[in-house]
């Protein structure tokens, strides 16, 4: 009887600390319609907004366009096929690095202010 109450005096202080530890990354009161006031955890966030990440994606399509409109094909393609001849890392660059439909279309835009 005494370890089963005190099972469950330890659930009940596992829980209250959980909370705690969630209202103490802020909290939100609503007022019910019955007058009751009800506090509940604020959710959590993403480490990063969808907004900075598309942000992040436009500069860096922005950035091979750039440097494909700069270069050249030719020259390009020739520094991807070096970079696919090294190590893994650098294999892994060569993909990510490798062109696209968009940069490509983004280079053709670029050229013209370039030249």
Excluded: C
């Amino acid at each position: 009887m005494v370890d089963q109450s005190h099972a469950q005096f330890d659930r009940r202080i596992a829980g209250l600390t959980k909370k705690h530890q969630a209202m103490s990354r802020g909290y939100s009161a609503r007022l019910r319609p019955d007058g009751l006031i009800v506090v509940k955890p604020r959710r959590k966030r993403l480490a990063v907004s969808p907004k900075a990440f598309i942000m992040f994606a436009a500069a860096f399509f922005a950035f091979k366009g750039f440097l494909l409109a700069s270069l050249g094909t030719t020259t390009y393609e020739q520094r991807l096929e070096r970079l696919d001849a090294g190590t893994s890392v650098e294999r892994a660059g060569a993909w990510v690095m490798q062109v696209d439909p968009l940069s490509q279309f983004l280079a053709q835009k670029l050229g013209t202010l370039l030249r």
